[in-house]
């Protein structure tokens, strides 16, 4: 080999070299950006919300403001390589470490984490709406418009008055975007699952339809929070009341129809509450629910007691009631509790 030819081999590996430095640099800066860990969870839950409408130069501001990327830089270069341009609204749950890669595909994708609804003790259309709005993205005001809303009710084949039959209370996943007509379809297909052909025929066999089980079922869990085995014997009792054309006389429906919750003790003044709510004055069911009540309350209806009682009081201190087919016992039943509010100084 001639010292030329070896001269320029040398040169040539040097020649190599220099053009695989930038070349190893601008490999590392982009493994460094595209690859390397990046982003926090910004609180301690990590979950980040993307409002509808969130345009990208807002979510970078939003992910920088809340530190949750390192690099406001480094993510808008990793944005570009992606052609990433605007994020899937949804509610995400941001890992510590993710690249800049991985949290750009989760707003891609919209690969949000969803949310578990659960709605519970809803006495009012205002309560649910509250209550839903707390999980979701969609407004609560523009829930209850939705639920006061006589022909949108009408479009789901209910009144404005058993419209809220149609919600049961139960756990639910839902995506937090959520709209809130999207609510209202999912709690329609709920509520046809729940009301199968074996409930629909118990339904028709006690001669009342699915809304009319469910206001009975409102008050039946009304007389009854603690103890459900009560349920359906107090199912029984109303159903032998409205065979009989007799008024229920619930006290949880004067309650409702005066709308304080916290009465512990029906007046003789309450009473006389005109509301058509009011089953001491009216005769039948109520128009709606006095509350939305839980499926075992629905099933205590639709699989109720078979019993004779007519009448019932409850039991001071034991959160039971006593049952009798006799008025003249149920007089003595009632004076008995009365005695012992009075000894409690339960005035109201």
Known sequence: MSAGTGKWKKIVKIAVLILLIPACVGAWWFYRIYYKPGTHPGDEKGIFYVHTGTTYDQLVDDLE???????????????RLKKFESPKPGRYRIREGMTYRELINTFMAGLQEPV?????????????ARQVGRYLEADSLEIVTLLEDES????????????????IPDTYEFYWNTSAEEFFTRMADE????????????????GLTQSEVSILASIVESEQRTHVEERP???????????????????????????????????????KYESPYNTYLHTGLPPGPILLPEKASIDAVLDHDDNNYIFMCAEYGTGLHSFTASYAEHCKNADRFRAALDKAGIKK
Do not use: C
């Not at 403001?65 to 944005?79: G, L, Q, V, Y």
């Open 65 to 79: 403001a809340e530190h949750i990327i390192d690099s406001r830089k480094d993510f808008e270069f990793t944005a």
């Open 116 to 128: 578990m609804m659960t709605f519970n003790t809803v006495r009012t259309k205002q309560d649910l």
């Open 152 to 167: 949108f009710a009408a479009k789901y084949g209910f009144t404005d008055e058993t419209f809220l039959t149609m919600f």
């Open 191 to 206: 509520y046809k699952k729940f009301w199968n052909d074996d409930r629909k025929k118990k339904a028709q066999d006690i």
């Open 233 to 271: 014997i107090i199912a029984g009792l109303y159903l032998n009341r409205l065979k009989q054309g007799m008024k229920l006389e619930s006290d949880p429906t004067v309650i409702y129809a005066i709308g304080d919750f916290s009465i512990n003790r029906v007046l003789s003044a309450d009473l």
